[in-house]
């Protein structure tokens, strides 16, 4: 039966590394902060940023930070994404089935559009949800609680993600949850918050969904 698809956006739709942790360590720069690297750093894709930046610099000097990496990240760093090999493929298979797909993002919404657009993926999506720059919906349980009702048809809901708030967010919301091992969590995050079912590629998604 067809249903509605949501998909994360970093880690399940575009790899985000190059611009999410250049504009953090932009913002680092104007702080007595020791930036995080290797592991650490790759950590950050995922969180809200607002968290991030709260554990990098503290409660009191987040926003200002958050302001920062907003500064790059709008200038250039939305453009340093790599879509995943086979997304494209997996998402036109998907629509051509009859389902709907959205894109369900804790990343500004005027953003997420302009990424979505520049890599060629606007097509697939029926509506892009994210947060607003004031902090609204930065929480994923949040976000397609506020999403889901606009699309209210009666069809299932699965939500498609790298990361354990793509998965609990789901949950919260009575979704089917889809985690994908390609992008910023492990296995181990993704089974142990409640993941249906795992997929490791882009045309693995067709395999499952279909």
Same mark, same amino acid.
């Given at each position: ?52 930046? @709260?554990?990098? %610099? ?8 958050? /302001?920062?990496?907003? *500064?790059? !990240? +709008? ?24 389902? @709907?797909?959205? %894109? ?8 997420? /559009?302009?990424?979505? *657009?520049? !890599? +060629? ?90």
């Amino acid at each position: 039966m067809p249903m509605h698809i949501y998909f994360d956006l970093d880690g399940t739709l575009t790899d985000p590394f190059e611009g999410i942790t250049k504009s953090i360590l932009y913002a680092l720069e104007h702080f007595d902060a020791v930036p995080p690297n290797g592991e650490k750093l790759r950590d950050c894709i995922g969180p809200p940023l607002q968290v991030t930046f @709260t554990e990098l %610099v503290g409660a009191g000097q987040a926003g200002r930070a958050l /302001e920062l990496y907003r *500064e790059r !990240f +709008a200038d250039v760093g939305w453009r340093e994404n790599i879509p995943y090999a086979g997304i494209h493929e997996a998402l036109g298979i998907l629509q051509s089935a009859g389902n @709907t797909l959205f %894109v369900a993002t804790t990343k500004p919404w005027i953003f997420a /559009e302009k990424i979505v *657009e520049h !890599f +060629a993926m606007g097509n697939f999506f029926t509506a892009v949800f994210g947060s607003e720059f004031d902090g609204t919906r930065v929480n994923k349980t949040e976000l397609l609680r506020w999403a889901l009702p606009q699309n209210s048809t009666g069809r299932t809901a699965t939500m498609v993600g790298d990361r354990k708030h793509d998965i609990v967010g789901a949950l919260d919301n009575g979704m089917d949850a889809l985690g994908v091992s390609y992008g910023y969590g492990s296995v181990e995050e993704l089974t142990a918050s409640g993941a249906r079912q795992i997929v490791h590629t882009p045309s693995e998604l067709c395999t499952v969904l279909l």
